[in-house]
């Protein structure tokens, strides 16, 4: 499988405030990129999916893509207690996905 | 819809036992997945199948068996137990557009 990175946590944001996440991949022919939020205890849940360079919004959650610098991002604007989780990037390939590590994010009140 | 379905969500076995871990979909997927999460260490692919019929080993197959007999059902089957193989199983499916869809999981103790 290819390589997917994110930025290490934790990361710990105030109320309100936008939490930034980052994702890079080896694999140039990738073509299909997810962000999944994942509850301590509980399976990933997809919240995210863009296949175009640029920005894809939805709610409080804005992906980014960047495919000429094998980069992806996640933004999540006006952060909530509820946000807590970790968040895993994935790239598909082969109809396969490829996850990082992951990214855990606190929203302190 | 039930999505997908893991049974057990927890089990402890001992070193050298075997136990068969089921995954059932309702959602008429070709693609499905085993993945192991270990902490800190991302989800790592163990089997996959895009079909009936049709397996194919990941990134780290060693120890584990799968089937795929019908499109509904990926049972992962663990030979001989190992402590290395502690880990929060989870089994995905998904349609060709690539987003998965996650069971509950299963936690084994190896011990």
């Known amino acids: 499988q290819k390589e997917v990175e994110q930025n290490s946590g934790p990361l710990s944001v105030p109320e309100g405030a936008i939490a930034s996440l980052n994702c890079t991949y080896s694999d140039r022919v990738s073509q299909s990129f997810f962000w999944y939020r994942q509850y301590s205890g509980k399976s990933p849940e997809l919240i995210m999916s863009?296949?175009?360079?640029g920005d894809k919004e939805d709610g409080r959650f804005t992906a980014q893509l960047n495919k000429a610098s094998q980069y992806v991002s996640l933004l999540i604007r006006d952060s909530q207690p509820s946000d807590s989780a970790t968040y895993l990037c994935a790239v598909n390939n082969d109809y396969k996905l490829s996850f990082g590590a992951g990214t855990t994010v606190t929203v302190r009140a | 819809n039930a999505g997908v379905t893991q049974t057990p969500k927890f089990r402890i076995l001992k070193i050298g036992q075997s136990m068969t871990l089921q995954c059932t979909q309702d959602?008429?997927?070709?693609?499905m997945y085993w993945y192991r999460q270990d902490p800190g260490m991302g989800l790592k692919l163990i089997y996959y199948?895009?079909?009936?019929?049709?397996?194919d080993k990941g990134e780290v197959p060693n120890g584990y068996n799968v089937s795929r007999s019908t499109t509904e059902d990926f049972p992962l089957r663990l030979e001989l137990a190992a402590p290395s193989q502690t880990s929060v199983y989870f089994c995905?499916?998904?349609?060709?557009?690539?987003?998965?869809?996650f069971g509950s999981g299963t936690r084994l103790t190896v011990v």
């Open positions: 863009i296949y175009s360079n």
């Open positions: 995905a499916s998904s349609s060709i557009e690539g987003g998965y869809t």
């Open positions: 959602m008429n997927h070709n693609y």
């Open positions: 199948s895009v079909g009936a019929g049709i397996t």
